[in-house]
Each structure stands twice: as structure tokens, then as C-alpha cells.
């Protein structure tokens, strides 16, 4: 069939108009598995064009500078939050917004076009031995007018031609093999030998060897030493042949062991493997069209670890759809499978492939079997193109049940449970200890970093273990996370959350639209989440809290300037929830229009002009808005730009939901608002509204950017100077306190949900992000991109999701087998450019002893402790020490309390149970559990009719209160004089029981809990506390000990 393919020719007619036979190749592609092993080979014919080797978005740089010169150097910057990856070899370029270098003859216009911007087909680039890094050459620039600032360059894919050999050809002479295993090099070519033997012998006999048949497998044995002596003699032969026949020798020769591995169950079809091989063959059918690289021929996979090291006594088939699966790993092995208990969360593009492959292969599907699936989400029409479960007609039906219900009819015992429900800490209540402590593991198929934390948490609290994966385009990653073997996916999953922005640029200096995004996801926060919580905790302790606020207002300067902005923004808060209305909401929506795209920007480039210098130590380095730093453009809102409008709209639903004005939305629901959704409508409220008044205030600046420009003592900060920030604040703090009685049960602050088109939550981020864009004269982002980036979603495409998720199979067949550390595989695959990498996972994180060498504090040190330089000498450090208990413990373990008691009991515990001494603990209501606060008979308060000054007299004289406690029972009378009620009795909270402080001062639910985590306590050693044997007793003794977490357990 190959050869047939490589000669097809079609009958077309020339120019002349004869018919003429002119070749037309059809692409082949061919696919073996066996067992554990597998294979593809691939040819395209003899010129093939790459269009796009990768695939990747095409990297983009930032221009500092270009020379004129013959071989034109270009200087160059990475944008921040982008991989630092250098350009391919001999890529070309385009420029864009680069000012200056205008052609300066009309040769040069002809061949480049009117500036360095417009040459056609943009700039080859290259490099000379001795260029710095950063750079690249352009070729002659000498008839370009001098460059004058600014631009960036983006890469241009170029095409390739790739010439393929055929079946025949690669089956003897295969090349370089793609290599797949890490672990045991050169094992590619082995299986090569093996595949071929083993084809030999099924031509031979007309039929691949019987599974499990020793007789068989020597036979193939026989016939891969008679293959490779054939090539040995070929390339003795054949010396100056251009590619060497296969070749074993510098490996040791033939490979027995994997030859009669893989001959064993070359007849058996493992539906992991299928798979797996399946998403690799179609994504090369997709390479057909010019994009990434094909296979250069043959590549080879092996997953014998997978594979009982001794052959199970249960392998001869039962004449059941699993004989495959027991052929290989014995009938035990498959009722394993079906009695497993397992929680699948997410149910997109991983979930369906993940539900098709435990349906094939039993998981299960037993009379003990059970899954529960959950997942919140509906099924999009975009969702069709690969998520292969779903239908037109499921189309705006919960993906969970959807799902399960087309999964279900491949195998007639699998039930899987389908909910749909988030996985996270509101849903504790359904998915809850008893929930976890019947699993027997979990499957994520999740496409965000927040959920996939949350479940490898609890996986670790229940000790369960986790199969882990993720995908992004034609990239994945498998994780396998065994409990007490291996890292938790947190400290050792490969994929990545995000591209690490520096926070100024994010705040000052964005450059691209994703600094945008991330900026407005932020802002999101700022807005409809924490003025609300801040808001109910002024509501709850106002005296409180504005003492808090007048504390902080004792710092320098900058703290007071840093507080303006936030107390104004609570005072807005709560000023719109009196009486709040639409109109009061956009009023609100209103002012953070101008916040946030016209004063901040104002202040920015009052304190730095768009003629600000760099000056360093004296020295001028050159303009300030270069390079990373664009300067940006106030806005003033405009009722026909429609970013502006949805803005508006956005923003004021929002604020209206946070503050009660709306009825409470219910969740995915178009109708929701539907006749106040218009851009008509919200520049009709807005034709009402206020324009703010601009206040100046500090730009917070941070690192080089406090060192640069000559603005650091004038404008905006000069101008908040002027106005005096502690009287602008103090009058802040007098309007707050004149909220006293707010009732904040109205208020709701938002919760971030993505994957609800209707909930304005992602319209805020594309408008926030595209009116930020608009300020920088960044290119704007759409609905989807925002989605994404905000939403950190991880894209997926049907062909790496089949195939990681094969993969993933791999890994719970393991976890069944009990294998040990040493035969998982995390995994990274990349089908685009045919890179395939397994690796055994790290063993947890292990606390132990450490000894540091610290810097004391300046004041114990004299002299004496400096060298020449001013630097602290190094025996004038002094030693940190940090011990473990128990020693050497990881994540994994844990202290368990056996039953509830009162926090006397519990102090008690630890000291007899484990020498430890609890040194303090905090909950979410009350920082101070233990050491225990006082608690005072209400018979030490002095009368509340007396004035403050007496009442004090009163306290200072009553023996009964320490001279530590006095104030504190002043600033209690003083809230009682307020309130005109006495404080009652209190109770310790060492006579509390465990399950009370839970309940009363960390707000946690108790019914229905097994396992409750006693977070935050800390301890110090006791004279008997003895990690190791060889740990000297007592020298722990008042030192802070590392300990794993706590848990009460209840019946």
C-alpha cells in the first residue's frame, strides 16, 4: 500500500492540452499495537512543506534600538510574562511601530517599502559568533533613516520542505528515532526490531503470536537475531551507504527481554494504547495540511512497565469483552478494576475521553464499582468540535449527564452518578468526609489551576490518590499522585498556571493585552469582592475597625497615601448601599470609570511627563517611557464607544447585585436583566449621572521605577503632598465613622465564576481589559481571549486529550497493581513537534532538621561584626534551627486527634501523646484561642454611667484585673458604654471543646464532618521532644517545631 500510495499519479491536462500522467502522492500512515507497545510510521511524500513547525503564537519582542549599519543589529526585550525563548535559527521578522527608519532612496522604497515597518515578507534574520544576547541581525540598514524609538517585532513562520522515505526504506534503515523513553535509552530501537520480527512471524504463520505463549515468543526471538544479523551483514557490505542499516551493536545487541515483552502480547488490543496512538495517528492526518512537524518515519512507544512483572495465573480468556485486559493482567486484576470507587470532576474535553476509556475497560462497572461525576458547566455548540460525547441535541444541557448518558451505552454495566456541581469549599456540605473516605481515588479532568488545587488538597487530607493531567493545544502533561510515594500535584504538576507579570507592570506598565486581562481580573477583585467584605466587617466592630485604620494612618507618608484611595472606596460602598438604586449603582460604576482610566492615569504621567528622563546615581541613561513603558492616554467617556458603554454595564449590574439592588441571580440564565442590557440603556442613565471631580493622589511605584525619572518629588505625589494626606484622610475617617449601624445584610461580595456568559463577569473583564488596551494603544481583546486568560482555561483539542488520557489509563492500572514508585510516569507529550518525555515522579517533600545561618538584628551587633566592606562577618551570624516531627514527614502525613475534647485536653494531648507543647492557634473570628484571652467577671466593669477617666481610675484600682489586662477591660467598658449593656460571663477557651471553637470562632460547619482540620496551630518543643534517636534530649526545648496538619477525628 505504501508503494502504491508513493507512485499514485492522476491524468490532468497540460498547457498544451494533452492529457499527461502527473504524480500525485497520497500520504501514508500506518499503526501497530501490541500489548504495551506501539508504533506509527509516517510518509508524506518527497516534498512535503512545514508551514508551521510548532504551531505556537509567534513570538513577539520588544525593540530598544537598531544600528545603521551594513549588517544591521537589532536589540531586543522580552515582554514581561512571556516565555524566554529564543528565536529558531534564520527566522524572519516583522516590525511594527518602530519610529523612524524611513527609506532615504527609491531603491531602497522599492525593495522595503516606505519604512522598516512595510518591507514585504518581512526580515531574514541571522546571528554573527560574538553578538550580545538579546540581538539580531537584519542585514543593511544603512539606507534607513536613524532609528528614533519604539516598536516591536513579531516572528514570521517560513516554510520548509521535508522529503520522507518509504515503508520499505525506514523498516531497515529507520534513521534517528523520535526518542520516547528517557528511562532506558535506546529502547526505540529495540521495539523497532521487535515490531519487525514480530511481522515476520505473522507472515510466517499467518497470525500474531498466541498471547502468553513462550514457544511463540522464542520464535520471534529467532527471528529478531536473523533480522539484525541481516543488517549487520548489509552494512558490512555496504560501507559509504548514505543511511546505515540498523545497527545494535553499541547496544548490546539484540534486547531479548523486550523482544519476548513485546511478542507476548503482540496480539492483544490494550484500549489505553489505542487511545493514546489514536489521538498521535490523527494529529499527523492533520500535519498532512502544513502545520507542525510530521513523524520523520517511524516512532516507537513503550509502556512495559504498565505490565505485571511476573505473568499472572489468570490470564486464559473467559469469553468476556475484558479478555484483552486479562490476557495481560489477570481476571483479579479486572474485577479490581470494576469494584473501584472513583470521583471524576470535570466533564469537558479530558472528562468524555475519560468516560469513554472507563467504560471500554471496565473501571467501574463491577457490583462494588462506583463513579460519581460532577461537573457545573452546559454544553456549548463549540463544545462539539471536541468533546466527541456531546451532540446537537444535547447542546444547553448539563455536560455531566449528558455525558453519561452516550457513555452508558458502550457498556451496559457502567452507571456512572452524574451531578452538576462545583467541587470546592461551598459544595463541602454533598461532597463531604464520608464522600472521600469511601474513594478509592480521583480523576480530575479540569481545565483551571484553582479546582485542580482544591481537589489535589483534599486528595492529600483523605490520603487518596489522584490522577492528574492537563492539556494545552497540542501539549500535555500526565501527573500520576501517589499517596506517601509521590509529590502532590501542587509541588510537582507540570502544568503551568500563568506567566508571572511583575506587578508594576500590571499596575503602571502594561504592554500587552494580557497584562490587561490579568490587570482587570484583579481590578474585579478590588471592586465587587473586597469593598463588601470590608464593608461587613466596619458593620460589624466600626470602633474597631476605625481604630485599626488610625494605627495604620501612624506610619510615614506613603501608608496614609495608600489608605486614601481605600477608605474612599469603602466610604462609596457604603454610602451606595443606603438606599442604593440603579442610578446610584452606575454612579458608583461611574466614578470607577474615571478612577481607573483617567485620574490614575493622570497621576502617572504627572509624575512622569512624557519627557521624563532615567537618571541613576547623576547619570541621565535616556528617556523613561521606552522600551516596557508606554505612555499612556487619559480617557474621558465617550457614550458611542461601545467599550466604554459595556463598561458601564457591566460594572453598574454588578455593583447592583453586590448591593442588593438586583434580585439575586440564579445561574445561566439570558433572560437575567434582559431589558437592561443595551448600550441604549446605559448611556441613558449615564446622561444623568455626575462626572467626578479629579483628586490627585500617590502613584505606588516599586523596584528600579522608585530609583527613575525626575519626577519622584513633583506632581501627582507633590500634589497629594500639598493637600496634606493626614487631613485629607482624617476627614475620610470622620465621613466613615458616620456610618455606624450599617446593616451589611444586604451586601454580597461576587464570586468569579467563567463559565457563565450571562453573569457580567467576564463582559467586565473584556471591557476593563479593552479600556486599559485603550489607554497603552495595546491592541484589543475579545469576549473569548478574556475568558480564557482570566479564567486561566486551559485550551484542549480532541487528538491530545485521546491521547493523555490513554496515558492516564496507564497510570490507574498501576495504582490498582500496587506498583512501586519506580514504574509510574509523569509525562509530557507534544504532539505538534513529536516530543514524547516519561520520567518517574519525585518522592514527596520531606521536614527534617535544618540549621540556617541568619543575620541577627542590628542592634545586638557591634563594631566588631563588620568587615571592611560593611558587610556583616560570617561568626557573627548566629544559628536558626528548624526540627520536624515526627522527622522526615511529608504532606502526606498527619497528627490526628482521636476524639473531641476541651483545648485544655488538647494541650494536654500533645504534650503525653507527642512532647510537644502548643505555643498558639488562631481561628478565622478570634486570632487569640490560645494562649487564651482573659476573661473577666463583668463585677471588675465600672458603672457605665461614670465619664472615661473615672471608669479608668475604677479599673486601675481593682486588684482583680492584671496591670497587662487594664486597658483591655477599658476598651471592653467603653464598647459596653456604647452599646448600654454589660458583657456577660465569659467562658475560656480552654473549657471549650474542640468542635465549640470550630463552630463559634472559625465559622465551620460541624454536622455531618468526620475529619475536621485544626488549622494554624504552632508549636515549640518540650524537654522530651526527640524527633530522632540522635536528637539530644531537651535541646529541643522552646523551639518552633514543624509539624504535618491536625485533624480532629469524630465518630
Known amino acids: ?78 515582554p514581561d510574562g512571556e516565555k524566554a525563548e529564543s528565536l529558531p535559527e534564520g527566522c524572519s521578522i516583522e516590525f511594527e511601530d518602530v519610529e523612524g527608519m524611513f527609506c532615504t532612496d527609491e531603491a531602497t ?63 531497515t534503515h529507520p534513521g534517528e528515532l523520535p526518542m520516547t523513553d528517557l528511562i532506558n535509552f535506546g529502547s526505540e530501537y529495540h521495539q523497532h526490531v521487535a515490531l519487525q520480527a514480530t511481522l515476520d512471524f505473522q507472515v510466517a504463520h499467518g497470525k500474531l503470536p498466541t498471547p502468553n505463549s513462550e514457544e511463540d515468543a522464542d520464535a520471534v526471538l529467532a527471528l529478531a537475531h536473523k533480522f539484525v544479523n541481516a543488517m549487520k551483514a548489509f552494512n558490512e557490505s555496504t560501507p559509504n551507504a548514505s543511511i546505515p542499516a540498523i545497527d545494535l551493536e553499541m547496544m548490546g545487541g539484540v534486547n531479548e527481554d523486550i523482544v519476548k515483552k513485546f511478542a507476548r502480547h503482540s496480539a492483544v488490543e490494550l484500549q489505553p494504547l489505542g487511545a493514546f496512538f489514536g489521538g498521535v495517528l490523527a494529529q499527523e492526518v492533520v500535519k498532512v495540511g502544513g502545520k507542525y512537524t510530521p513523524v520523520p518515519g517511524f516512532l516507537h512507544f513503550s509502556a512495559a512497565e504498565t505490565v505485571p512483572d511476573t505473568p499472572p495465573p489468570d490470564t486464559a480468556p473467559v469469553g468476556s469483552r475484558y479478555d484483552n485486559l486479562i ?92 451531578l452538576e456541581m462545583f467541587v470546592g469549599p461551598k459544595t463541602e456540605d454533598h461532597f463531604n468526609d464520608e464522600f472521600w473516605q469511601e474513594l478509592d481515588g480521583v480523576c480530575n479532568a479540569l481545565d483551571n489551576m484553582e479546582a485542580r488545587f482544591y481537589v489535589d488538597a483534599q486528595c492529600v487530607k483523605y490520603s487518596k490518590p489522584l490522577l492528574e ?10 501527573d500520576p499522585v501517589v499517596p506517601y510515594k509521590t509529590k502532590t500535584y501542587r509541588d510537582g504538576g507540570d502544568a503551568v498556571e500563568g506567566g508571572g507579570i511583575p506587578m508594576c507592570t500590571l499596575r503602571n506598565f502594561p504592554h500587552l493585552i494580557d497584562h490587561c486581562i490579568e490587570w482587570s481580573r484583579d481590578q474585579f477583585e478590588a471592586i465587587f469582592v473586597k469593598p463588601v467584605k470590608r464593608a461587613k466587617v ?44 440603579v442610578e446610584s449603582c452606575a454612579q458608583l460604576a461611574f466614578d470607577y470609570f474615571h478612577a481607573l482610566f ?34 499612556p492616554t487619559p480617557a474621558e467617556y465617550d457614550p458611542s464607544d461601545p467599550v466604554h458603554a459595556q463598561f458601564m454595564l457591566s460594572t453598574t449590574h454588578l455593583i447592583g447585585q453586590m448591593l442588593g439592588v438586583h434580585t439575586p441571580y440564579g445561574g445561566d440564565d439570558p433572560s437575567y436583566l434582559e431589558d437592561k442590557r443595551s448600550n441604549e440603556w446605559i448611556n441613558g442613565v449615564v446622561a444623568g449621572l455626575t462626572v467626578p471631580t479629579y483628586v490627585a493622589a500617590a502613584v505606588e511605584v516599586e523596584g528600579e521605577e522608585k530609583e527613575e525619572g525626575e519626577g519622584d518629588e513633583k506632581g501627582a505625589a507633590a500634589a497629594v503632598a500639598k493637600a496634606d494626606p493626614s487631613e485629607v484622610l482624617q476627614g475620610l475617617l470622620t465621613d466613615l465613622a458616620s456610618f455606624r449601624g450599617t446593616d451589611p445584610a444586604r451586601l454580597e461580595p461576587a464570586d468569579f465564576e467563567k463559565d457563565d456568559d450571562y453573569n457580567f463577569h467576564i463582559d467586565f473583564v473584556t471591557a476593563a481589559s479593552n479600556m486599559r488596551a485603550a489607554n497603552y494603544a495595546i491592541p484589543p481583546t475579545d469576549f473569548s481571549k478574556a475568558k480564557l486568560v482570566a479564567g486561566k482555561i486551559i485550551p484542549a483539542i480532541a487528538t491530545t486529550t485521546a491521547a493523555v488520557t490513554g496515558l492516564v489509563i496507564l497510570e490507574l492500572f498501576k495504582m490498582v497493581q500496587e506498583k512501586p514508585i519506580g514504574d509510574f510516569r509523569n509525562r509530557q507529550i507534544g504532539l505538534a513537534v513529536n516530543n514524547f518525555t516519561s520520567f518517574e515522579p519525585d518522592e514527596p517533600v520531606k521536614k527534617t532538621q535544618r540549621v540556617k545561618m541568619v543575620e541577627p538584628d542590628l542592634s545586638e551587633l557591634g563594631p566588631e561584626d563588620f568587615d571592611e566592606t560593611g558587610k556583616i562577618k560570617e561568626s557573627s551570624l548566629r544559628e536558626e534551627r528548624t526540627a520536624a516531627y515526627p522527622d522526615k514527614h511529608s504532606c502526606w502525613d498527619k497528627l490526628l486527634v482521636p476524639n473531641d475534647c476541651t483545648l485544655a485536653e488538647l494541650v494536654e494531648h500533645f504534650k503525653q501523646e507527642h512532647k510537644l507543647q502548643v505555643s498558639r492557634w488562631g481561628l478565622k473570628n478570634d486570632p487569640f484561642v490560645y494562649p487564651p484571652k482573659p476573661v473577666f467577671d463583668p463585677a471588675v466593669f465600672p458603672a457605665l454611667d461614670l465619664p472615661k477617666n473615672k471608669a479608668f481610675m475604677a479599673i486601675r484600682g481593682d486588684g482583680r484585673v492584671p496591670q497587662k489586662d487594664k486597658m483591655t477591660v477599658l476598651a471592653a467598658w467603653e464598647k459596653a458604654k456604647q452599646t448600654g449593656e454589660l458583657p456577660k460571663q465569659g467562658k475560656s477557651t480552654l473549657e471549650m471543646t474542640i468542635t465549640e471553637l470550630l463552630a463559634e470562632k472559625g465559622g465551620v460547619t460541624i454536622e455531618g464532618r468526620k475529619m475536621l482540620h485544626l488549622e494554624g496551630i504552632s508549636f515549640k518543643g518540650t524537654a522530651g521532644t526527640q524527633p530522632t534517636e540522635d536528637t539530644p534530649a531537651g535541646s529541643l526545648e522552646g523551639q518552633d517545631i514543624e509539624v504535618p496538619e491536625v485533624y480532629l477525628v469524630l465518630p
Open 1 to 78: 500500500w505504501n508503494e502504491f500510495c508513493r507512485s499514485f499519479s492522476v491524468t490532468q491536462v497540460d498547457a498544451s492540452g494533452t492529457l499527461a500522467q502527473v504524480s500525485a502522492p497520497i500520504s501514508f500512515m500506518y499503526c501497530f499495537t501490541g500489548g504495551a507497545f506501539g508504533s506509527v510510521f509516517v510518509d508524506l511524500g518527497d516534498k512535503h512543506m512545514v508551514l508551521d513547525p510548532n504551531g505556537e503564537r509567534p513570538m513577539v519582542r520588544i525593540v530598544t534600538e537598531i544600528t545603521n549599519d551594513e549588517e544591521g543589529l537589532v536589540r531586543f526585550v522580552i
Open 109 to 171: 522604497f522599492e525593495t522595503n517599502g516606505v519604512n522598516i515597518n512595510k518591507r514585504p515578507g518581512g526580515w531574514r534574520t541571522y546571528r554573527k559568533k560574538g553578538d550580545p544576547f538579546g540581538t539580531l541581525r537584519i542585514g543593511d540598514t544603512t539606507k534607513l533613516s536613524p532609528y528614533m524609538g519604539g516598536g516591536t517585532f513579531t516572528e514570521k513562520k517560513t516554510p520548509t520542505e521535508v522529503k520522507f522515505r518509504s515503508l520499505a526504506s525506514c523498516t
Open 327 to 418: 490476557s495481560v493482567f489477570g481476571a483479579k486484576f479486572v474485577s479490581d478494576l470494576g469494584n473501584l470507587k472513583y470521583f471524576m470532576v470535570g466533564c469537558g474535553a479530558l472528562g468524555c475521553e475519560f468516560l469513554k476509556n472507563f467504560a471500554l475497560n471496565g473501571i467501574t462497572c463491577g457490583p462494588g464499582g462506583r463513579l460519581t461525576v460532577t461537573d457545573a458547566d452546559r454544553v456549548e455548540l463549540s463544545n462539539l468540535a471536541r468533546q466527541f460525547l456531546f451532540r446537537e441535541d444535547t447542546v444547553g444541557k448539563p455536560k455531566s449527564t449528558s455525558a453519561c448518558a452516550k457513555a452508558t451505552q458502550m457498556n451496559s454495566g457502567f452507571t456512572p452518578e452524574a
Open 469 to 478: 493531567s492537563g492539556t494545552m493545544g497540542t501539549s500535555g502533561n500526565v
Open 538 to 581: 466596619f458593620a460589624e466592630d466600626p470602633e474597631a475597625f476605625l481604630q485599626d485604620l488610625g494605627d495604620k494612618a501612624k506610619g510615614d507618608a506613603s501608608a496614609v497615601a495608600k489608605l486614601i484611595p481605600d477608605v474612599a472606596t469603602l466610604i462609596n460602598t457604603l454610602r451606595s448601599a443606603q438606599g442604593a438604586t
Open 598 to 631: 483617567r485620574d490614575k492615569l493622570v497621576d502617572l504621567i504627572t509624575l512622569y511627563p512624557k519627557d521624563a528622563r532615567v537618571v541613576k546615581d547623576g547619570v541621565d541613561k535616556g528617556p523613561f517611557w521606552s522600551e516596557k513603558k508606554k505612555f
